[in-house]
């Protein structure tokens, strides 16, 4: 299942013009496909995900294939234009808003899935997306570089949730900006699945 899926979302539509500022890069497909399939075994209860940063909207696409309902949350109207047009590809109902993650507020916590910036353009990006994700969230799935566990570990526990599972992966990252001389290189990377704790 995770082969077939993987080969679908890698016919999937990229970003057209990345920007920098937002750390826009493609999740690999093999890597949307391990989460979305694993979350499908271990949070097969779960109702909604929200998918925080979709960008062109893999992991939203990859998740509504496993039949879960999807929200895809981007600040980039760009970034949304072409994640619809991949879950219509798809044939996937997939909700999209345009809207800073920092503002977004929901009614009831659902299920986050998200491959956050990593804070290389700017510093601490990705904490922005993770204390949104504690706040809004009742499990995480999150992407981070490699070394981030202890802060993850500490972040979780300081909002109430815990650590329950860290992938290691190499993720094959595509030659995106101009500044990239390779075509593409294998970057170590952590997946965090986080529960929040019940009191």
């Known amino acids: 299942m995770k082969k077939s899926l993987a080969i679908f979302l890698e016919s999937l539509d990229l970003f ?14 093999s890597l949307a496909a391990e989460i979305a399939v694993t979350a499908s075994i271990i949070d097969s209860d779960q109702d909604v995900f929200l998918d925080l940063g979709c960008g062109t909207g893999i992991l939203s696409v990859a998740m509504g294939l496993m039949g879960f309902q999807v929200v ?17 590809k798809a044939d996937v109902d997939v ?3 345009q809207q800073d993650v920092r503002y977004l507020m929901l009614k009831k916590r659902a299920g986050i899935v998200m491959n956050p910036p990593f804070g290389i353009k700017k510093r601490h990006a990705d ?8 706040e809004t969230g009742n499990v995480i799935y999150s992407i981070h570089s490699a070394g981030s566990e202890d802060f993850v570990r500490k972040m979780a ?12 992966y190499r993720m094959p990252l595509r030659k995106t900006y101009h500044f990239h001389q390779k075509q593409y290189k294998l970057i ?8 929040m704790v019940l009191k």
Not at 16 to 26: F, I, V
Not at 127 to 134: C, E, G, M, N, P
Not at 188 to 195: A, C, I, L, S
């Open 16 to 29: 057209s013009t990345p920007k920098l500022r937002l750390e826009q890069y493609p999740t690999p497909s």
């Open 127 to 134: 904490r922005i997306f993770l204390k949104k994700a504690f």
């Open 157 to 168: 526990e300081f909002n109430g949730f815990q650590v329950t599972h860290v992938w290691k």
């Open 95 to 97: 909700d999209f808003v």
């Open 72 to 88: 895809g949350v981007d600040v980039d109207r760009d970034a949304l234009k072409i994640a619809v047009k991949n879950s219509r």
């Open 188 to 195: 170590p990377v952590e997946v965090f699945r986080m529960e």
